[in-house]
């Protein structure tokens, strides 16, 4: 009997919520049906998604980050393809392969000069990981600084630098010697470096939740600091690395050079999970110090022949198709045009980011209906104002985005680096006509705003 991927993807497409209630997790269902997500798409192609019906939705999410050259690039799947034919020597363990030798060399060139080794392993979480590890073995110092409302994984590791407490709870004990501080704060960082006990601060140029953009001195003086007290600076560029910012990397933006520069999401055009650590060589000969402790730390499966393949063809991809230029080009004329907006609704706060990492801001207007239905909202569940946008630009206007993080009023875009000037046109005319909705009291989409109001309190009480 022939196994068909295609047949069963036919056969049980419109099964997947059932599925997942069945056999995964059901309360991802139940929010996906309760905000009116639950389409079944069909086809994926660059930065656009198709549902049975045939309707296209613009993906402004790219799989948090990861479809930065887009959905199903026929360049990388070619090299998929290609790379399974081979009958290539893979996971031999006992050796050293070349794909891994090429991607790495690649992604050398991108980084700053004094960055000249790589360490692969499965995803962002488990980069982070590395990073700890290598910087208390470097040091020989055990704490780490990072960052409020920072994000590095769910792994109990990285988990243990993550700044949102919702993510933190029930999980505890977690590593010890952790400690954050306030972002965009020198003065906070070189208080909590001073005693020459950490082992690495670990920071994202721009955090992902709330799209947060630092000052212009910060990361500079990040560096000053870390070399005054040797603390190892790692930039965890999981999300807006490769060109998502409109530079390669975001460190890109202030000129520094940190110690390690964690890696994921977009490097293998989501196809193959992959994950990296680039970094100094003094680090790499600090870890990998003698020949019996050449396997000290690794991952199964990291360096796996898909990934690399995958990962050399996205930078191929990348540098034919110009997509970091594209990003800053396109993704600031995104942002200019969303911020010129805000002096025509009092609920719009600003718009921030850089390139394509974006993040559209809300706030309590002066008027005093608005101002009562904002604080109706408020009330229910602090942050709720943006799902009175987000539904409606994916049910009206088949836009795919999300809020930026708990608690917030901040709408975040993380689309593909492909955007046409078609799609820039499509971005801004959708929110401008979602957000004037919203003005309008009394009208339908306060009939929404009431429904998840009541939604929230049901969901409080059950708590």
């Not at 952790?178 to 082992?199: G, R, W």
């Amino acid at each position: 009997m022939t196994f068909s991927i295609a047949e069963l993807f036919t056969q049980h497409n419109t099964d997947k919520f059932d599925l997942h209630e069945q056999h995964l997790n059901n309360q991802m269902v139940r929010m996906l049906k309760t905000i009116g997500y639950d389409r079944h798409y069909e086809r994926a192609v660059g930065q656009y998604l198709y549902d049975q019906s045939g309707t296209e939705y613009l993906d402004l999410l790219s799989g948090f980050g990861v479809f930065a050259i887009g959905r199903n690039h026929p360049t990388v799947i070619n090299a998929l393809k290609e790379t399974l034919t081979l009958e290539l020597p893979n996971l031999v363990q006992l050796d050293v392969s070349v794909l891994s030798g090429l991607l790495a060399k690649e992604l050398l060139k991108t980084t700053p000069e004094n960055i000249d080794k790589m360490f692969f392993c499965n995803s962002g979480t488990e980069a982070l990981e590395a990073a700890i590890k290598f910087a208390r073995y470097t040091t020989k110092r055990e704490n780490i600084v990072f960052c409020e409302h920072g994000y590095h994984g769910l792994t109990m590791g990285a988990l243990s630098l993550c700044g949102e407490e919702i993510f933190r709870e029930g999980f505890g004990p977690l590593l010890p010697g952790c400690k954050a501080i306030p972002f965009n704060d020198i003065e906070a960082l070189e208080k909590a470096l001073s005693n020459n006990d950490v082992a690495a601060f670990i920071v994202e140029p721009i955090q992902g939740k709330g799209v947060n953009v630092p000052d212009d001195n910060y990361l500079p003086e990040v560096e000053r600091l870390c070399k005054k007290y040797g603390t190892l600076f790692v930039a965890d560029e999981v999300q807006t690395g490769l060109g998502r910012t409109g530079k390669f990397w975001a460190i890109d933006h202030w000129n520094v050079k940190p110690d390690m520069i964690c890696m994921a999401k977009a490097l293998s055009g989501g196809f193959v999970p992959v994950g990296g650590v680039a970094m100094t060589q003094k680090i790499m000969d600090t870890v990998f110090n003698r020949m019996d402790r050449a396997v000290v730390h690794g991952s199964t499966f990291g360096k796996n022949n898909l990934a690399m393949a995958a990962g050399l063809a996205t930078l191929h991809v990348m540098e034919e198709e110009k997509l970091v230029e594209n990003s800053l080009k396109v993704g600031t004329d995104i942002i200019n045009s969303l911020q010129a907006l805000s002096e025509k609704y009092e609920f719009l706060k600003g718009v921030r980011g850089k390139g394509m990492m974006i993040a559209i801001e809300f706030q309590s207007p002066k008027s005093l209906r608005l101002k009562a239905a904002w604080a109706m909202l408020e009330a229910a569940n602090k942050g709720l104002f943006c799902q009175m946008i987000t539904i409606p630009l994916f049910k009206d206007h088949h836009i795919l985005t999300q809020v930026a993080g708990h608690g917030m009023n901040v709408i975040k875009l993380l689309p593909p680096l492909n955007l046409t000037q078609k799609d820039r046109d499509h971005i801004v005319n959708s929110f401008d006509k979602a957000i004037a909705d919203t003005h309008q009291i009394p009208g339908s989409i306060w009939e929404l705003g009431k429904n998840l109001a009541g939604h929230a309190l049901k969901s409080k009480k059950s708590r």
